[in-house]
């Protein structure tokens, strides 16, 4: 009994082996608190040290960038001024002519020039908190399947090479 019972439990041994290391990659997202222990998974680990920062780019808060969106940014407030207004307020349409909506565009550009680095900045923190919170659990996800799927073939290499050393254990113990 023994003789076939030490190679399979070593054989199984390694096939667990192999599937507990691949699973600690994964499991768990989100850090378990066990006593004055936190366990979290390897993956989330290098997420969170990950400086998610470098994957947004420096222009976007630059003044080169909000100047690049200005003729789109002059466009929107153009027709704004001539068609919304005229549409939801035509009382105050009455009152707003060509030189009006050039000097009100002139003050809305000038007041966004001011609000949009501060805006994306703050738009550029919130998305990078958002990304590293969710970027473990969305890999885990897509790349859990797929490398549990790869790592068969080392589990079975694991089980046989498992098996062998049991045989050999077996042998050791029967021969001496």
């Known amino acids: 009994m023994e ?3 030490i190679p399979m439990l070593t054989g199984l041994f390694g096939w667990m082996l192999i599937w507990l290391l691949a ?3 994964f499991f768990p997202t989100k850090a378990i608190q066990i006593g004055g222990f936190s366990w979290e998974s390897n993956l989330a680990r290098l997420i969170n040290q990950f400086p998610v920062e470098l994957l947004i780019p420096k222009e976007a808060d630059s003044a080169a960038s909000f100047k690049a969106m200005q003729p789109l940014m002059e466009e929107k407030l153009d027709f704004f001024f001539n068609h919304t ?3 939801k307020l ?3 349409s009455m ?3 060509d030189k009006t909506v050039a000097q009100l565009k002139a003050v809305f550009l000038e007041e966004l020039a001011s609000i949009f680095p501060q805006m994306i900045g703050q738009l550029t923190q919130n998305a990078t908190m958002n990304m590293s919170k969710s970027l473990a659990v ?3 996800d897509t790349i859990a399947p797929i490398i549990m799927k790869a790592i068969k073939p080392m589990q079975w290499a694991a089980f046989i090479l498992g098996i062998c050393w049991g045989g050999i254990m077996v042998f050791l113990l029967h021969s001496f």
């Open 3 to 5: 003789t076939f019972l």
């Open 138 to 140: 969305k890999l885990s």
């Open 85 to 87: 207004i005229k549409d």
């Open 23 to 25: 699973k600690s990659l």
């Open 90 to 92: 035509p009382m105050m």
């Open 95 to 97: 009152f707003i002519g």
